[in-house]
């Protein structure tokens, strides 16, 4: 199985940054996607970015242009640079591993005040 820890989310003013780490470990081999999913409150869990073992990326339209997503394959983590931060962006944020194995995280959340 894969194992997700996150770490890096807490309380920014609105227009400030954060960045959120993902740690996967387990049986991590092979062609996998990491992605990052949030959840407001009353809200369903939305997609807000993704990279693929090879780097491909892909973006929700309302994070482009202010989040990015990168990995380091050495140490199966994935990285969330947020900036430009909106108090819409408020929610927990969850990790998500795609693959033979698939996981979610436990949550971080990520609050920004106006």
């Known amino acids: 199985q894969v194992q997700l820890v996150e770490s890096g989310g807490g309380l920014v003013q609105a227009g400030g940054s954060l960045r959120l780490s993902c740690a996967a470990s387990?049986?991590?081999?092979?062609?996998?996607?990491m992605g990052w999913y949030r959840q407001a409150p009353g809200n369903q869990r939305e997609f807000v970015a993704h990279?693929?073992?090879?780097?491909?990326?892909s973006y929700a339209d309302s994070v482009k242009g202010r989040f990015t997503i990168s990995r380091d394959n050495a140490k199966n983590t994935v990285y969330l640079q947020m900036n430009s931060l909106k108090p819409e962006d408020t929610a927990v944020y969850y990790c998500?591993?795609?693959?033979?194995?698939?996981?979610w995280g436990q949550g971080t959340q990520v609050t920004v005040s106006s």
């Open positions: 998500r591993w795609l693959g033979p194995y698939n996981a």
């Open positions: 990279i693929t073992s090879g780097g491909g990326t």
């Open positions: 387990g049986r991590t081999s092979g062609f996998n996607v």
